[in-house]
């Protein structure tokens, strides 16, 4: 889904960075496994770029987001950082990958803001495969949710294991 840009107060904020987009890489092969080309669908949620209001927040019509399931308010933190998603995940293969009890896959960028480093959590998932026009299979990679978490967030950052991102698209690819 391509998102459409917000204006707030005359300002416009395009949201083009986060259309969809194919992303390929290629594993290299090791004494286990050959190595294999992977190729996924990118889309983000809005959730990038959004937020829940918080519960003492008054919040006006003009910051609501209407995505076509829901809506939420523009976050202009979230936005910031979600320049960032593209290049975050066209290096997903030399990150550390994380699986939540839930199942879903994060990876965490250091962020230095103001002299302070912080953690940015992106949350993804590959769900099944689609076959592409041309008959091959073709994986999906639908970044969930990405925000810094920090006190009074209401939750803490998931027990986390270590995952290879080879391993998941290669179980991926394999199911039917």
């Given at each position: 889904m391509k998102w459409r840009a917000f204006t707030y107060q005359g300002k416009t904020y395009d949201l083009s960075h986060l259309d969809p987009f194919i992303w390929s890489y290629a594993a290299i092969a090791n004494g286990e496994r050959p190595g294999y080309s992977y190729k996924f669908q990118v889309r983000f949620s809005l959730h990038c770029?959004?937020?829940e209001p918080s519960p003492e927040q008054r919040i006006t019509k003009d910051l609501l987001y209407r995505g076509p399931k829901e809506t939420r308010v523009f976050c202009f933190e979230r936005y910031e950082l979600s320049c960032r998603l593209p290049a975050i995940i066209c290096t997903l293969e030399h990150r550390e990958c994380y699986r939540t009890p839930r199942g879903n896959l994060f990876v965490i960028e250091p962020i230095v803001r103001e002299e302070k480093e912080e953690e940015y959590?992106?949350?993804f998932q590959i769900p099944k495969?689609?076959?592409s026009g041309r008959g091959k299979k073709r994986l999906n990679l639908i970044v969930q949710s990405a925000y810094l978490r920090r006190e009074g967030y209401g939750t803490?950052?998931?027990r986390k294991e270590l995952v290879s991102l080879n391993e998941i698209a290669r179980k991926k690819l394999r199911r039917k």
């Open positions: 770029f959004t937020r959590e992106v949350y495969t689609t076959i803490t950052q998931p």
